[in-house]
């Protein structure tokens, strides 16, 4: 290995793992929102959009993000809905996470004892605050390791946003290799970058559920 | 003699062919201590969560005041701040420490300024001894620990009647004293209280009057005295001989 080489990709894998970073943050922070409010649809039970939401979980778990992302880069184009490649990762990322990010926060949210509600309800709470103070706090710490896991899940699929010409870790080493040939380098910058983004996320992970093992949020 | 606080009148409840509650009607007026008993799963239980209404009722009401309690009615939220219920499984919230367990309900539902709020939070700790656990997470508590923090969460709302749902059911023996001294305190406070209970001697210590649920229907409704020593009904006489026992020497 040339460590002349390495130093001098340096600048363009730090470039493209901040690009990867934030395509990845923006549509795990979609799929969050995604989730929880397909999570709190299922847990109300509302009758329709149950059905809605049941159809979304198995379309989006069962198809490959590769296959979403063209869809989207690709398939709306032809029916008028146009985007920039960046906004499709991340809509591609957010659909696929969305129905991970469901199961984390039903399991969550199933977790808690009826009984919880009802006890909420006894001191007059009406719905809103019984999710908002006792059942969502308690559930999202249950549902932390589930949803550490998904974190990383999600952004280890952002190395496929490379097939729709994001430039990101995975299309910048395939880029230099593809040019320049220098494989060992291109492939071990690749590695340390994704360690570098996905080690601090395991550790904070951990961290989080140590500390959440027994009390909720807002404890 | 006092309006009633509280009355239910004709309540009929049933879960598809089984009938739990068969047209109960009784009331409570202010002060009053009203103990339920009767054999398991003759519908005390049942009875409560529909005073609460926790449970859908076929028909009948429960009327508080002036205003009807129904299941998915309007105003629920605030008739159901005026009602205090205490669960046989505790329910505290296992997220909150034991003072904000108290201060929930009433900072977030009542609204009332925090440094009063938590004032009375910490009065009504240290009446019950607890005080020194404000700070502590309900699984830190022993079971008759988090029953105290739970009567007291419910009081933190100053309801107008306090329903109590066999309180001491999951206790050890030793803590079972403990609680059922405090509802006792509550009693000479002139609390208006419903309570549901297995404990036949505190039952009749505490009660003003008995009602005798059995198979749905009220059976017997009495002073503690008549109830306890001269049980009118047959049904009533085998379920108090249940907590007798003859000597075998």
Redesign the interface.
Known sequence: MDWNVVAQYLPLFEKAAWLTLRLGLAGIALAIVIGLVCALVQYYKVSVLRRVVGFYIQLSRNTPLLVQLFFIYYGLPKIGIRTDAAVCGIAGLAFLGGSYMVEAFRSGLESIEPIQTESAYSLGMDRMQTMRYVILPQAMSTSVPAFVANVIFLLKETSVFSAISLMDLMFTAKDLIGLYYKTTESLFLLVVFYLLILLPVSLLGSLLERRLRYAGFGA | MAEPILTVEHLVKGYGENTVLDDVSFSVRPGEVVVVVGPSGCGKSTLL?CI?A?EPTQSGRVRLGNETVAYGGKGL??L??R???V?Q?Y???????VL?NVM??PL???KRPKDEVQKEAEALLDRVNLLNKARS?P?ELSGGQKQRVAIV??LA?HPEILLFDEVTAALDPEMVREVLDVMLDLAKQGRTMIIVTHEMQFARAIADRVIFLDGGKIVEESTPEAFFDHPKTERAQKFLRTFTFDSVK
Do not use: C
């Not at chain 2, 329910?91 to 420490?97: G, I, K, Q, S």
């Open positions: 969560r609460n926790l939220t605030s159901r701040q009602i205090g219920m669960f499984s329910e505290l919230f296992p997220h909150l420490t904000d929930l309900a977030k539902v009542a997470y699984r969460r419910a709302m």
